[in-house]
């Protein structure tokens, strides 16, 4: 295992070179353990991809792999999009992405990653494609290029962050940070654990007796909210409501019984909005009513902050300010759909949210530089948040990543659901399994019917065979049991 930031040696200060080789596309076809519903959508099978890349890396070859679910009404919240043109278009963004990419160098895989994403910006803005779906196909073929330049150095992620061997520069993003290091702005070493927020879904079951024998999963898994609480010692949760006063009043009072029933009296949780509104002024009204229920009273004591409860289409017109304004003692407001591009948590901050949240999908290094620029903000007096979520990742690639990148950011409180809507991995192959076992005890464990599992104890995840590893993986997935997908359509 590699050694951990406090070991940085100032080396490569400028970037090591970079330049991609090849690159190929794989898939597996995966089902949930129970229907996830959230906004829009109910997920109950999904895809998911692998994307390699064969890379130059200071003259050594190395590989470097990323991954993740092709998740329904995600990047784009068409309710009348079929789901065959949703899977079509996420894989059309990821080809478009690879070939930006494909034989283009860098002085560093910053520098690199740059230059792609701002020929995804122009194809994109050309094209119509939104931004947020364009650069999910940046992020996977950046994931992959990180971990390339992580393997062909023999460093861990936070290494080649801090001694500029990715090249990494914040103020090339945020101007504001110019001449400002990442080492400065971020915490000295990565968390060695992190609190698991348990997505609570707009469907699932909050106690046993509400699951009929029909619908009980035989996967020695728990189920219902209560079971899970117990299980893994829940603390933190993420509460996700549709926008209906009378629903959303409803579904918390039977959310706050269960949780104050099976938590420990220090719980916590998130409000997830949906993106249900179309102004501050109208989720404001919606808030005031939940917060004026006396079943709930002390239960909004334990709220953490609200995310995303405008819809995207508006959620960053320079309008709200004022709306904003006016709204005195309010909660934390995040933003998460929104952030779609590198301008988006600046110009959210100045309309008045407190942060943004981090997903790999959203990009690596656009989140990095969005938590040295909250730490800033903070050292200025301003009361700001930076949250983990989710997008239901599961191993063997995608949530270790995942997980990897909040370590290092320092977020504690990480919302993770793919373990709970997947039973481990169990569907996928046997060897795939071995790595996993074989590479993080601690972070998996065998469930009793011998598949791996995500482990949680005490509400925790452990991530400290993590982030001692070339971008928190450890080794290098044997793709060729998976469906290879060409790199062109058609």
């Known amino acids: 295992m590699l050694n951990l930031m406090q070991a940085v040696r100032p080396i490569n200060t400028f970037g090591m070179p970079v330049k991609i080789l090849g690159a190929s596309i794989h898939e597996i076809q995966l089902k949930t353990r129970m229907p996830f519903k959230y906004g829009i959508a109910t997920m109950t099978e999904v895809p998911m991809v692998f994307v390699r890349l064969e890379v130059d890396v200071g003259g050594s070859i190395a590989t470097g792999t990323s991954s993740d679910l092709l998740p329904p009404k995600w990047f784009t919240k068409v309710p009348d999009d079929p789901l065959e043109k949703e899977i079509a278009d996420m894989l059309g963004v990821i080809r478009q992405a690879l070939g930006q990419a494909l034989g283009q160098t860098g002085n560093s895989a910053f520098e690199l990653w740059h230059s792609i994403y701002k020929a995804q910006s122009y194809w994109a803005e050309k094209n119509q494609v939104p931004a947020l779906l364009a650069h999910f196909g940046t992020s996977l073929v950046e994931r992959a290029l990180i971990e390339a330049t992580c393997r ?90 549709n926008g209906d006063i009378d629903w959303d009043l409803g579904r918390l009072r039977n959310v706050a019984s269960c949780i104050e029933k099976h938590a420990a009296s220090n719980f916590a949780f998130s409000l997830d909005g949906n993106e249900q509104f179309q102004s501050i002024t109208a989720f404001r009204h919606h808030w005031e009513k939940l917060r004026a229920e006396p079943e709930l009273n002390s239960f909004f004591d334990h709220l953490l902050f609200i995310e995303q409860p405008l819809h995207r289409d508006v959620a960053l017109n320079d309008s709200l300010k004022t709306q904003f304004d ?28 407190a942060g943004t949240s981090h997903k790999n999908c959203k990009g690596i ?21 930076m949250s983990g979520e989710d997008l239901c990742n599961v191993g063997p690639i995608a949530v270790i990543q995942d997980l990897a990148v909040c370590a290092l950011l320092g977020i504690e409180s990480v919302e993770r659901n793919g373990h709970h809507y997947m039973a481990g991995l169990s569907q996928f192959p046997r060897r795939t399994q071995e790595q996993i076992l074989e590479s993080h005890e601690g972070l998996y464990h065998p469930s009793e019917r011998g598949w791996p599992t995500l482990a949680i104890h005490q509400g925790e995840i452990d991530l400290r065979s993590i982030n001692g590893q070339p971008f928190g993986t450890g080794f290098e997935l044997d793709l060729g049991v998976f469906k290879e997908i060409p790199l062109t359509e058609g």
């Open 152 to 241: 062909g150095s023999s460093q861990a992620l936070g290494q080649a962050l801090v001694n500029g061997t990715l090249g990494f520069d914040p103020g090339k993003i945020h101007p504001q940070l110019s001449g400002q290091t990442v080492s400065s702005l971020l915490p000295s070493i990565p968390l060695a654990s992190v609190q698991a927020r348990h997505t609570v879904g707009l469907g699932d079951p909050l106690e046993v007796s509400q699951i009929s024998e029909e619908e009980r999963i035989d996967d020695t898994l728990p189920q219902a909210l209560g079971e899970c609480i117990e299980t893994y010692g829940l603390r933190h949760f993420k509460i996700k409501i």
């Open 326 to 353: 006016q709204w005195d003692n309010r909660p934390a407001v995040i933003i998460d759909e929104s952030d779609a591009t590198l301008e988006s948590l600046p110009q959210a901050l100045a309309i008045g949210y």
């Open 365 to 385: 290094f656009k989140g990095i530089a969005n938590a040295c620029l909250l730490e800033n903000c903070r050292r200025d007096g301003m009361g700001v948040v």
